[in-house]
C-alpha cells in the first residue's frame, strides 16, 4: 500500500488494448463483407480466438507480510481533526451555598502503656510415680544366729547327747512354755517322749557340737532352799491351754489355710525369732517353705480349742521370699496399709 495504488498502471494498459481490438475487429467486419455469409462466419471466430491473445495478462502481485507504518502526511489526512468533546451540562448553582461545616479538631492521641507481660511460669516437675505398696517387710539373719529346733540334739553340760528336741508348746500369749524331747534309750530302745520346761534348756546356734544343751538349776544362794531339778513329765500330762506348734496348721482371720509349721527358729537367748511354713498344704498349693515372723502369730479360740492364726493374705504370700538353709534366711511380715489401720483404730475408739 505504501506509495499509492498498485494497479493504476495496468489499468491504463488494459483500456489500451481494448480500444486497438475495437479497430481491428470493425475493420475486420468491412473485410468479410465481400466475402460469401458462409465463409465469414468460421474465419470470425477464428479471429476473434486469435485476438484473445492480443489481451495483456496480469502478473499477480507477490503477497508480503509486513506492518504498515503511515507516513505523517497520511497520518494527518487518515485521522482528522480530534472531535471537540461535548460540553459539560451547566448545573444550577443553588440560591444559598450552605457553609461548610468547620474542620474538627485533631484529637490527641492517647498512648495507653501497654500492660506488663505476665512472667512465665516455670514448667512444672514431672510428677514422680509413687512406689508400689509396700505389702511386706523383711528382716535378713544368718544361719549362725538361729538354730532350728526340730530334731536338734540335746546334750548334757558335759556334752553327752541324750535325745533330740521334737516340738515346743505355747500358751493363749504365744509365748513357748515346754519343749517335747525325744529321749534315746540303748540303740533305739527305750525311746520315750517328755516333756521338759523351757527354761531348761540353752541354745547355741552356731556351737560344733549340739545346738540344745540341758541346764541344771542354778545353786541356791544362802539361806533360800535349792530349786529342784525339771524333771521331765509324760506328754500325756501337758496342761490343756498349752498348744503344740510342729504339724499345727496356721489359717488367715478369715480362717483360709495359709500353712503347716514344719520348724521354729531360736536364738541365742532362747527367743523364737520365726516360724518356718509349708505352704502347700495352703489352697494355692504353693509347694515352698517360708519363714515368718514369730511376733505375728497369734493363738485364738474356736470352738474351745486353740489355733493359729497370722494376718497374711494372698499377695502377701505369694511376696514372701522362700526360705532355704542354705541362704541367708529373710523373715517376712505382713504390712497393714496405713489407711486401714487408720479405720481400724477409729472403730476401736467409736467402740469406747
Same mark, same amino acid.
Given at each position: 500500500?505504501?506509495?499509492?495504488?498498485?494497479?493504476?498502471?495496468?489499468?491504463?494498459?488494459?483500456?489500451?488494448?481494448?480500444?486497438?481490438?475495437? %479497430?481491428?475487429?470493425?475493420?475486420?467486419?468491412?473485410?468479410?463483407?465481400?466475402?460469401?455469409?458462409?465463409?465469414?462466419?468460421?474465419?470470425?471466430?477464428?479471429?476473434?480466438?486469435?485476438?484473445?491473445?492480443?489481451?495483456?495478462?496480469?502478473?499477480?502481485?507477490?503477497?508480503? !507480510?509486513?506492518?504498515?507504518?503511515?507516513?505523517?502526511? !497520511?497520518?494527518?489526512? *487518515?485521522?482528522?481533526?480530534?472531535? !471537540?468533546?461535548?460540553?459539560?451540562?451547566?448545573?444550577?448553582? @443553588?440560591?444559598?451555598?450552605?457553609?461548610?461545616?468547620?474542620?474538627?479538631?485533631?484529637?490527641?492521641?492517647?498512648?495507653?502503656?501497654?500492660?506488663?507481660?505476665?512472667?512465665?511460669?516455670?514448667?512444672?516437675?514431672?510428677?514422680?510415680?509413687?512406689?508400689?505398696?509396700?505389702?511386706?517387710?523383711?528382716?535378713?539373719?544368718?544361719?549362725?544366729?538361729?538354730?532350728?529346733?526340730?530334731?536338734?540334739?540335746?546334750?548334757?553340760?558335759?556334752?553327752? %547327747?541324750?535325745?533330740?528336741?521334737?516340738?515346743?508348746?505355747?500358751?493363749?500369749?504365744?509365748?513357748?512354755?515346754?519343749?517335747? %524331747?525325744?529321749?534315746?534309750?540303748?540303740?533305739?530302745?527305750?525311746? =520315750?517322749?517328755?516333756?521338759?520346761?523351757?527354761?531348761?534348756?540353752?541354745?547355741?546356734?552356731?556351737?560344733?557340737?549340739?545346738?540344745?544343751?540341758?541346764?541344771?538349776?542354778?545353786?541356791?544362794?544362802?539361806?533360800? @532352799?535349792? *530349786?529342784?531339778?525339771?524333771?521331765?513329765?509324760?506328754?500325756?500330762?501337758?496342761?490343756?491351754?498349752?498348744?503344740?506348734?510342729? &504339724?499345727?496348721?496356721?489359717?488367715?482371720?478369715?480362717?483360709? =489355710?495359709?500353712? =503347716?509349721?514344719?520348724?521354729?527358729?531360736?536364738?541365742?537367748?532362747?527367743?523364737?525369732?520365726?516360724?518356718?511354713? *509349708?505352704?502347700?498344704?495352703?489352697?494355692?498349693? &504353693?509347694?515352698?517353705?517360708?519363714?515368718?515372723?514369730?511376733?505375728?502369730?497369734?493363738?485364738?479360740? =474356736?470352738?474351745?480349742? !486353740?489355733?493359729?492364726?497370722? *494376718?497374711?493374705?494372698?499377695?502377701?504370700?505369694?511376696?514372701?521370699?522362700?526360705?532355704?538353709?542354705?541362704?541367708?534366711?529373710?523373715?517376712?511380715?505382713?504390712? %497393714?496399709?496405713?489407711?486401714?489401720?487408720?479405720?481400724?483404730?477409729?472403730?476401736?475408739?467409736?467402740?469406747?
Amino acid at each position: 500500500m505504501t506509495g499509492g495504488n498498485p494497479n493504476r498502471g495496468g489499468a491504463s494498459s488494459t483500456g489500451f488494448f481494448l480500444a486497438r481490438l475495437i %479497430v481491428w475487429c470493425v475493420a475486420l467486419l468491412v473485410r468479410l463483407r465481400a466475402l460469401r455469409p458462409m465463409t465469414s462466419v468460421p474465419l470470425l471466430a477464428t479471429c476473434a480466438l486469435s485476438a484473445c491473445g492480443l489481451l495483456p495478462t496480469q502478473t499477480p502481485a507477490p503477497i508480503v !507480510e509486513h506492518s504498515y507504518i503511515p507516513t505523517p502526511g !497520511e497520518t494527518e489526512t *487518515d485521522i482528522g481533526e480530534p472531535e !471537540e468533546p461535548a460540553s459539560a451540562v451547566a448545573v444550577p448553582e @443553588p440560591a444559598s451555598t450552605p457553609k461548610p461545616a468547620p474542620a474538627p479538631k485533631p484529637k490527641k492521641r492517647v498512648v495507653k502503656p501497654k500492660p506488663p507481660e505476665p512472667a512465665l511460669a516455670p514448667p512444672p516437675e514431672p510428677v514422680e510415680s509413687p512406689p508400689p505398696l509396700q505389702i511386706i517387710s523383711t528382716r535378713i539373719m544368718q544361719h549362725e544366729q538361729l538354730h532350728g529346733l526340730l530334731d536338734a540334739e540335746v546334750q548334757r553340760p558335759g556334752g553327752k %547327747v541324750v535325745g533330740r528336741a521334737v516340738d515346743v508348746y505355747v500358751d493363749s500369749s504365744a509365748k513357748p512354755k515346754l519343749m517335747m %524331747v525325744n529321749l534315746a534309750g540303748f540303740l533305739g530302745v527305750g525311746d =520315750r517322749k517328755v516333756n521338759f520346761p523351757w527354761t531348761a534348756f540353752k541354745f547355741t546356734p552356731n556351737s560344733k557340737t549340739a545346738p540344745i544343751t540341758f541346764v541344771p538349776p542354778a545353786p541356791p544362794a544362802k539361806g533360800k @532352799p535349792a *530349786d529342784p531339778v525339771p524333771k521331765p513329765q509324760p506328754v500325756n500330762e501337758a496342761p490343756g491351754n498349752f498348744l503344740q506348734l510342729v &504339724d499345727s496348721t496356721v489359717a488367715q482371720k478369715n480362717g483360709t =489355710r495359709i500353712g =503347716r509349721v514344719v520348724d521354729v527358729l531360736v536364738d541365742s537367748q532362747s527367743e523364737p525369732q520365726a516360724l518356718v511354713l *509349708d505352704l502347700s498344704s495352703s489352697l494355692a498349693e &504353693d509347694k515352698r517353705h517360708i519363714a515368718v515372723n514369730w511376733g505375728d502369730l497369734h493363738v485364738l479360740t =474356736r470352738n474351745k480349742q !486353740e489355733s493359729l492364726q497370722m *494376718d497374711f493374705n494372698d499377695a502377701q504370700l505369694k511376696a514372701a521370699p522362700t526360705y532355704a538353709p542354705e541362704q541367708p534366711i529373710k523373715i517376712v511380715s505382713p504390712v %497393714v496399709p496405713a489407711a486401714a489401720s487408720a479405720a481400724g483404730a477409729r472403730l476401736g475408739r467409736c467402740s469406747r
